[in-house]
């Protein structure tokens, strides 16, 4: 069983930062892809980030590029969701996620319990 456990979030100010943290509970996170998504309110969950299980390939949702930067510390079973230059409408819970597949077919099958990010202008 993975327990992934998110942590981070927070109440902001348009152009402020937040930094998300996601620990996963499990011997091989180290193989696993991780992902961030977000769901807003009246809205479907929306995939924001992802990276690799090296580290080596990221892919961002586009409205999030240049602006968000995903990392892992596999030593730390941690993966990191730094948020800059946050603006109002990327309030929303915030999810963390882990899959395996082929990149970037990644099967995302745990799932954490989501932070919430409310970003005011």
């Known amino acids: 069983q993975v327990q992934l456990l998110e942590s981070g979030g927070g109440s902001v100010r348009a152009g402020g930062s937040l930094r998300l943290s996601c620990a996963a509970t499990r011997r091989t996170f180290s193989n696993d892809a991780m992902g961030w998504f977000r769901q807003a309110p009246g809205k479907g969950r929306l995939f924001v980030a992802a990276i690799s299980w090296s580290g080596s390939d990221t892919d961002y949702l586009d409205s999030v590029k240049g602006r968000f930067t995903i990392s892992r510390d596999n030593a730390k079973n941690t993966v990191y969701l730094q948020m800059n230059s946050l603006k109002p409408e990327d309030t929303a819970v915030y999810y963390c996620?882990?899959?395996?597949?082929?990149?970037?077919?990644?099967?995302?099958?745990?799932w954490g319990q989501g932070t919430q990010v409310t970003v005011s202008s």
């Open positions: 996620a882990a899959g395996r597949g082929t990149w970037p077919a990644v099967d995302y099958d745990y």
